[in-house]
DNA sequence: CGGGCTTTGTGCACACGTTCACAAACCGCC
DNA sequence: GGCGGTTTGTGAACGTGTGCACAAAGCCCG
């Protein structure tokens, strides 16, 4: 079979299953598991079953009818797709609360995420080591970035500094960024940010709680519906 | 006028944008800002001017033509929408790296989301004081949720753990759980969980990335679509 | 008090995402 | 080689989310 060079653009919420399902695969494949039905998979991921086929279609027909999809192929055509090939360092803008605990985070390299550096604007923080990773200034931000060909940055600075961190970011040639601060960030065409923001998640419980407790209290109650496959009422 | 009950089941899309308009406003109103019209709003946000005006119509109709809207009237009511207007206490389960630095973050305090309590399995963990909270012994779990009356849980144990952590928490009497550990829980109906993968985020920006590199060589260059309000690409 | 300007609230069309349902494909066994 | 059982891949229907475009509403000013 030939190896389906990645023409077809995959539907965003797709791209956003298909970690899920790779790290399933990968557990499987530990556990010796050869094959698996995309109702097996649905089950582990919580899904439903034509989703997970119509997903895993989109890399191309990797399945066999009357068998399902053998893992070892399948987690080696997600990684492809995902650029997941090869290692993606990435550097750490803020080494405060947060920005220790990712440095410090074994799971980034496991997954292909080395961290190649971690910078602070904070003289105190610079030279001090963790994880393994020693702070350096944050001059030595682009350095680091040209050194280690980095294009994905993380925004673990406070709310204030996040988009400075931004456009030193961008501007040092990363052109992907992770942002924990609770920020919109304002940056050129054709970067790519995404937004981790943990006060939102709470907050989205929050009004689940709420409208749990105003339903039971006066109306009817009701199902509460999936939110886009980023979380899931059972 | 009337402090309009909230009847209408609001979509979860917008669900997810309140939090961010709200966050923007709070900042407003600290700069004295008195009015906005849903066009500043939408550019703050990030977002389109037309979607904002029909997440805030899910509120009611608060705003004035001609003039916009009166920010601290916003800023109330969607706090009250979202059930912030009194605090949600929250439990986090596991005192790591990731648990620690959490426990730490004053955010979630300032945000109406105290950490009413931090347990641990490890002996060696508990006792210790971690951003003025004390870690507790994992059986004392159901005792704080209920002494606090806490209704949201935060999972940050190692994936293997997680799902023992997800039934204990269920078991104390937790109707929301926010999950750190990349493994897809199973809870019973009526329970509300999200997911926080960074490892997922990490492989989103990858696939977009990869996507990049692959246009750039090969085929025409495509301008990146916007993934469910989760992220963006200006 | 009326006219012009601004901005909301929403109907409508379209795009995107999910799920069902089923023909086509494949396996294994007789 | 054919048959029954299984599972894929996808067309089609449905549901959710987005954005345009515009009438309705309100403000200001003369
Ligand atoms: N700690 C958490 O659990 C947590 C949770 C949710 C969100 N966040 C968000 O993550 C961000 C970081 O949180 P934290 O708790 O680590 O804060 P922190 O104050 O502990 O750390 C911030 C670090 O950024 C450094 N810094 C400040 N300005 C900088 C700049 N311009 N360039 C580089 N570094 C700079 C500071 O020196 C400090 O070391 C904040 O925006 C916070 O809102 C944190
Ligand atoms: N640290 C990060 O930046 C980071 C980033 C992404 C994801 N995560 C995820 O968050 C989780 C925690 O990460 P971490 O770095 O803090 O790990 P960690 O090993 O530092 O901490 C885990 C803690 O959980 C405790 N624990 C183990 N089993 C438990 C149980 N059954 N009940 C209660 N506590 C238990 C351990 O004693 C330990 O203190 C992991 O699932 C990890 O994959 C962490």
Do not use: C
Not at 30 to 44: D, K, R, T, W, Y
Not at 48 to 66: C, E
Request: hydrophobic letters at 40%; glycine letters at 12%.
């Amino acid at each position: 079979m030939p190896p389906h060079r990645s023409r077809r653009r995959i539907p965003e919420a797709t791209v956003a299953r298909l970690p899920v399902y790779l790290q399933i695969l990968v557990d499987q494949a530990g556990e010796g598991v050869e094959n698996i039905s995309s109702e097996g998979l649905a089950e582990l991921a919580g899904v439903n079953a034509a989703k997970v086929r119509k997903d895993l279609s989109y890399l191309g027909s990797y399945g066999t009818r009357g068998v399902g999809y053998e893992v070892d192929y399948l987690v080696y055509q997600i990684r492809r797709e995902l650029g997941l090939d090869h290692d993606w360092p990435v550097v750490i803008v803020g080494a405060g609360n947060l920005g220790q605990a990712l440095a410090g985070y074994g799971g980034f390299n496991d997954r292909g995420f080395p961290v190649a550096g971690l910078v602070d604007i904070d003289d105190d923080k610079v030279d001090t080591v963790v994880g393994g990773i020693r702070v350096r200034p944050l001059d030595e931000l682009a350095q680091i970035v040209a050194a280690r060909n980095v294009s994905i940055g993380v925004i673990a600075t406070p709310p204030p500094a996040a988009q400075d961190a931004a456009d030193r970011l961008v501007k040092a040639g990363v052109t992907s960024i992770l942002n924990f601060a609770p920020v919109v960030l304002s940056v050129p065409v054709g970067i790519t940010v995404r937004k981790v923001d943990l006060a939102v998640e709470l907050q989205i419980l929050s009004y689940h709680e709420q409208r749990r407790a105003a339903a039971s209290q006066g109306g009817q109650l009701h199902a509460v519906s999936t939110d886009r496959g980023r979380g899931a009422t059972a």
